[in-house]
Nanobody
Framework: QVQLVESGGGLVQAGGSLRLACAGS????????MRWFRQAPEKQRELVAF???????NYANSVKGRFTISRDNAKKTVYLEMNSLKPEDTAVYYC??????????????WGQGTQVTISS
């Protein structure tokens, strides 16, 4: 059984930094694109950043220059380094990974979410 476990969320003041991690476990054979989403209260879930298998990255305009996504394939982990945090970054952050598990084809998997709260 495949699991994605997120860590690193918390409460920080505006201008501060956090580093989120999402680690995969279980019978993972191959990992494709890895993404971070976030969902603020009463708002739709939005794509924050993604990183492809070749290391290409893309960011939402609202986080460009402040957030950095990276991956460690050996550790089956994707990271989101968040700097210069703003109150509007407050949300539950979810990782989303396209991967192939043993006996299955490629599919989308989601982490359980981690709360990020930025105080002004």
């Amino acid at each position: 059984q495949v699991q994605l476990v997120e860590s690193g969320g918390g409460l920080v003041q505006a201008g501060g930094s956090l580093r989120l991690a999402c680690a995969g476990s279980g019978s993972i054979l191959s990992i494709g694109t890895m993404r971070w989403f976030r969902q603020a209260p009463e708002k739709q879930r939005e794509l924050v950043a993604f990183i492809t298998t070749t290391g290409s990255t893309n960011y939402a305009n609202s986080v460009k220059g402040r957030f950095t996504i990276s991956r460690d394939n050996a550790k089956k982990t994707v990271y989101l380094e968040m700097n210069s945090l703003k109150p509007e970054d407050t949300a539950v952050y979810y990782c989303n990974v396209v991967l192939r598990a043993a006996g299955l084809g490629y599919d989308d998997y989601w982490g359980q979410g981690t709360q990020v709260t930025i105080s002004s």
